[in-house]
């Protein structure tokens, strides 16, 4: 369609500016409204609107641009590290040490509550923000008529009624209505997920129901015009706008907080509890036996510090910036802490289609050959996206010369009615033009064809392609016998829908034709024909459309945005890891059914991905829609999906919410616009980082940088790896700490001096623990890691297998300890004689528990030394400074601490030894209880 008229018109009077009210609101279905009743609305006319009624819409609606909220700085990060159970109790253990005077005690929690602090922000410091990157997404310059002249502005002073010009290459600053176009096509992939160019058509309406692909009257914010020109009306500004209303869903706190967050609350929750219910009985059983108040609030003091794990919360920081290191080094990046274990926890991942799983590059994949009776031969391309490499095959085989011929014939044909470019570098590609021109000069490239002598050269006319005709053509000079003699006739070469070339082509049976186009169609292909005729040079030149008869149908051609190579052997991988996979998508429902047929994605919900490749169940957004977000058959058709197709931004976030409501813990991967509130909503959210959006990027918490999907398979291992490391400390932090707790229990209740101070406990967990925790967080993963089922989403840290193991090291420590506290005592030793031994004992104890505990199933002789050389390092350290702090002058005192004998050294050695083969025994039977 051409564009209408643009004449100048009079200023109009301060009359008609005074009429002009405010726009119709952005809830109006513009796209069932023509451009005149659209206009109409909007009380403006295809002249645009005059210079102060502009002014004024700015002044009541405000600029074109997201609302950006205030991003947190520094400060606010580094205080949101004290938002914690754990941290408050600690903070409360450190308000109590100053009370009672206690400022080593105190010194020794602030110190460790700030190092907290700083590795925490320091990590989960964002290089931006989702609304921020949504704005600059808008902010471009834009041409927009005022009173019927042209004038270049900054898209952030456009306004509802305003009417722009676009071109090629623009990117669209607001959701518009179209009131004219030539020839305009219009990438909205980053939106919509749809991977094709939409063809766009100011007079064609669509009903109010209609989902955005669907809306070809329309332009929305963001996406980008590929070829043509467009005269359009302003409906949407800002937050209105469909990316707006994205923004609002990404502007508000994330929905879903990572699994690990809510499984470290319920721990702080349980250990204050349990702390606090110690020292009631503790403080209860001590006063009925007559003691002072200042002595039970002291004891009160020291059996706090001992219950509460003062390095876990940088135990747990530690393990979880090594696990961010590990996964950067398998290309996924990490942008907060605690999302690190969540991809390992994941029980589903929901990914979208183009640019995730495909290649987001159209490709041609299947050829059609017809000769006078009909399809003749066919063949399949290989290689995926826009490169050289790629081979065809006919039924298996090498096509033979004929057959190379007849499909060079069709390359090239296709290729000359073209106007893309493509220039293949030595390990890249640089495209510019249609993605279906571009597919069929890369399949020129593969087989060795170069049309761009006859081109430029020999080029006549052209009949550009537009959606009413549904073709487009290139006359050239010279003919098959003849090609490129001034003096002779011409060749015209077309591409288009098999419907629209049938009547231009001689001596067809069309029906044959149509039935096969349709069975690739089915396969999930886009079908273009491809034909070739004479015709003379006069009508060449005029570009005639009637000279398009007596053509003849090289073929028929199938288009596909293809698989990534390895997906497939990703996706099995994930089937063996027990993570099911749907697929999410904009595209047609034949289209995505195509692409999950191949994936495999067929065998319904629980035992997706098994390999077995059978008929993917396909629910599409109309079906979402009609069932009605929430409702008992919007859950169950999601349940039932295998993919999901023509679902629109919102939906991908309804069906994140029904999956979450299923019990699954979701994983959504993502390149686009459309797909960031579905990112942010998700348990963990997976963006592309190569070729995804600055605003898919900012929604999520880990980003591909390779947008590989294998490397998701990487990051499941790697965070189930994370979790278990977590749990090994967890399982080393508390069960040295309830040691401490039955000590001091049976120490009270039989009436014994308290066996250890309150900046002793501190130095066993905060400084020897604490060497061999940052080396425990470093063990690799145990073997079948990822041949296990995912655990389950309610399972909690402290589950039976983690109760029992704690209770069983905790008990064995405290009352081996108590039992040589009460021997030493027994013996004439004086109080700090035995407080110095059974502080040894401890810190001994913990040495061999660090090898206990790093596996929780596999005996520790099972698991090589050498696997871990860290640890032993660190326990040998740990041994080594807590010997020299015996002999070192200051700090022997402040721990009240001396030197002791080599041979009580072995005494001590040897108990704590003891705890190895009781913990042996224990996994001994806990195995054999299956």
Known sequence: MTASSESPRSEPSDAERRSRKRPAPAATAWHTLSPAEALAAQKVDAEGLAEDEAARRLANQGPNRLPRPARAGPFVLYVRQFRSPLVYLLLAATVVSLFVGEWSDAVFIFAVLQLNAVIGALQEWRAENAAAALDAMMRNRVVVLRAGSSREVDAAELVCGDVVRLESGGRVPADLRLLSQQELAVDESLLTGESLPVDKDAETLAPAAAPLPQRCNQLFAGTTVLTGRALALVVACGSDTQIGLIAKVLAQPDQAPPPLIARLESVSRLIGFATLAAIAILAAVQLAQGVSLLTVFLVAVALAVAAIPEGLPVAITVALSIATARMARRNVIVRALPAVEGLGACTLIASDKTGTLTCNELTVKQILLFDDAGPAVSASVGGEGYHRKGGLDVDGRAPSQQELAGLSDLARSAAICNEAEVVFEEDS??????????????????????PRGTRVDQQLGMIPYEPQRRFAATFVAGTEDQPGEADGGAT???????????PMCDGLDGERALAAAAAMAGRGYRVLA?????????SAQRADPAALRYLRLLGLVGLMDPLRPEVPAALRRCGQAGVSVVMVTGDHPETARAIGRELGLGLGQGARNAGTGGEPAVVTGGMLSRAGAGSEEFDALVQGADVFARVEPVQKLQIVQALQRAGHLVAVTGDGVNDAP??????????????????????????LTDDNFTSIVGGIEEGRIAYDNIRKLIYLLISTGLGEIVLFLLAILAGLPLPLFAVQLLWLNLVTNGIQHVALALEKGEPGVLRRQPRPPDEQLFDRRMVGQVMAAGSYMGGCAFVFYYWCLASGLAEEEARNLVLLLMVLFENVHAINARSERLSAFAVPLMANPFLILAVLAAQALHMAALYMPGLSTVLVVQPVSFGDWLLVAGLALSLLGVMELWKWLVARRG
């Open 530 to 538: 491809v034909a070739r005729g004479a015709v003379s040079r006069d």
């Open 492 to 502: 015209v070469y077309v591409k288009g829908a098999l419907e629209a070339l049938l």
């Open 429 to 450: 590609v640089e495209v510019l033009g249609d993605t279906v021109d571009v597919a069929f000069l890369v399949l020129a490239a593969k087989l060795d064809v170069d």
């Open 678 to 703: 579905a990112l942010a909503t998700a348990d963990i959210g997976v963006a592309m980082g190569a070729g995804g959006t600055d605003v898919a990027r900012g929604a999520a918490d880990l980003i």
